[in-house]
């Protein structure tokens, strides 16, 4: 069934899904199965040069939030028509993964979608906002499940907003020092968006504007998704650098964080009850105003699974 929906749609356009690199589009197809409730088929690559396998043998649970944020804003420009030059904005975003449906068996996987849309409200004939709720299965099997809110602003109404901020389009922002890969659970220096701030629990969040996938367009702040790997670093460094997989992520945006301003990312480990459970907190702010607050969940054991061995041809 996920083969034939694919061949009954196109390709997906990357301004659909704001991605202009093929390697970083997820979605393949899509198929409305009711109003507001759509089929979506993905592909999450057997090898990503940014979203590389955690803990030695896990998706990058991360991939499950670009999913659906990619899911969200093909159906918003598919089926609601919001013009490719209007801007998403996203204002929440949680999800809960299947760590031991998550393990890598060094192939492609094909990822089946299931978005509810609710709470649509129009402004005229264009989407003004709404809220999604998805499910993330593989051949039948729930991988995670996650929902968010978005709103749509027009591209006239943006440029005033946004006013003399624009100017920041395309200007050279200074690449801040990183810190050690390992110690927030990267392989490369230049995947780092942290750099090293005044106590062990608090960084400046470091943007490196020609990142190929954390910026795939000349911006005019910092994207989301550069905020949401910042705050999974974050919690990484906070736990000492290895073990931490994001299976559970809260997190909420407050307002844009600004290309030309230091924005400081905090950390802190929360006790609970949950004794099989590390919780961390995560707060990022700028100018003395919140920009982010994330809560990020992981088992502290992760469970054994066995990959089956692949038979030969």
Not at 41 to 49: K, S
Not at 161 to 187: F, K, Q, S, T
Not at 291 to 310: E, G, M
């Amino acid at each position: 069934m996920e083969q034939n929906l694919r061949e009954l749609t196109p390709p997906v356009p990357g301004e659909f899904v704001h991605r202009a690199d093929p390697a970083d589009i997820l979605p393949t197809g899509w198929n409305r199965i009711a109003e507001n409730r759509f089929s979506i088929t993905a592909r999450w690559p057997a090898d990503h040069p940014f979203f590389v396998p955690q803990n030695g043998d896990r998706h990058d649970p991360i991939l499950v939030a670009e999913t659906m944020r990619q899911a969200t804003m093909l159906v918003g420009h598919a089926e609601f028509d919001v013009p490719a030059d209007d801007q998403f904005v996203m204002w929440d975003l949680s999800y809960t993964a299947d760590t031991a449906a998550l393990v890598h068996d060094g192939r492609p996987w094909d990822i089946t979608v299931d978005l509810l849309c609710t709470d649509v409200r129009t402004r005229g004939r264009g989407l003004r906002e709404m809220r999604t709720a998805l499910v993330l299965t593989r051949d039948g099997r729930r991988i995670a499940t996650g929902g968010g809110g978005i709103s749509c602003t027009s591209a006239a109404a943006y440029r005033r907003m946004r006013g003399d901020r624009l100017a920041a389009l395309g200007a050279p922002v200074p690449l801040l020092p990183a810190l050690r890969p390992e110690e927030v659970g990267r392989e490369r220096t230049k995947d780092v968006v942290l750099s090293p701030g005044d106590t062990p629990s608090r960084w400046r969040l470091r943007v490196d504007t020609g990142h190929p996938t954390l910026f795939r367009r000349p911006n005019d702040h910092v994207p989301g998704m550069l905020l949401l790997e910042a705050a999974r670093q974050a919690a990484v460094a906070v736990t000492g650098g290895t073990g931490l997989l994001p299976a559970g992520l809260e997190a909420r945006f407050h307002r844009y964080a600004e290309l030309d301003t230091p924005c400081w990312v905090e950390a802190e480990v929360l006790t609970g009850a949950d004794r099989n459970t590390t919780t961390v907190q995560v707060l990022a702010h700028q100018d003395g105003a919140p920009v982010l607050d994330c809560t990020l969940t992981s088992p502290r054991v992760l469970p054994a699974v066995r990959v089956p061995a692949a038979r030969a041809c």
